[in-house]
């Protein structure tokens, strides 16, 4: 069906940057809003940043400023560069999207999510 995969994540000092990128692959007729979520430890999920099809942004006020959302709709891909990061950054990113696909000889639409990458911003 869709799979979105991650990619990017890692071990960062503070004030160091990294990028996010995550693919969705499958029979994939359209893709709306793209975003990244994430979820620190013995806290709940919440949204970082989202992106709709025609590029119009939203982020949490905690990353305005830092962390820059794009996606290139002809490759099925969203990305995340983080900049200025803090170790309250620290958790594992997960990429949302909201997609129309082909399944089953018929069309449907969910929201799909990927497996996660951890960042970890620590000295």
């Known amino acids: 069906q869709v799979q979105l995969v991650e990619s990017g994540g890692g071990l960062v000092q503070p004030g160091g940057s990294l990028r996010l990128s995550c693919v969705a692959y499958?029979?994939?007729?359209?893709?709306?809003?793209m975003g990244w979520y994430r979820q620190a430890p013995g806290k709940e999920r919440e949204l970082v940043a989202i992106?709709?099809?025609?590029?119009?942004?939203n982020y949490a006020d905690s990353v305005k400023g830092r962390f820059t959302i794009s996606r290139d709709n002809a490759k099925n891909t969203v990305y995340l560069q983080m900049a200025s990061l803090k170790p309250e950054d620290t958790a594992v990113y997960y990429c949302?999207?909201?997609?129309?696909?082909?399944?089953?000889?018929?069309?449907?639409?969910?929201?799909?999510w990927g497996q996660g990458t951890q960042v970890t911003v620590s000295s």
């Open positions: 499958g029979s994939i007729l359209s893709i709306s809003d």
């Open positions: 949302n999207a909201d997609i129309r696909y082909w399944h089953n000889y018929s069309t449907k639409r969910d929201a799909w």
């Open positions: 992106i709709t099809f025609g590029g119009s942004t």
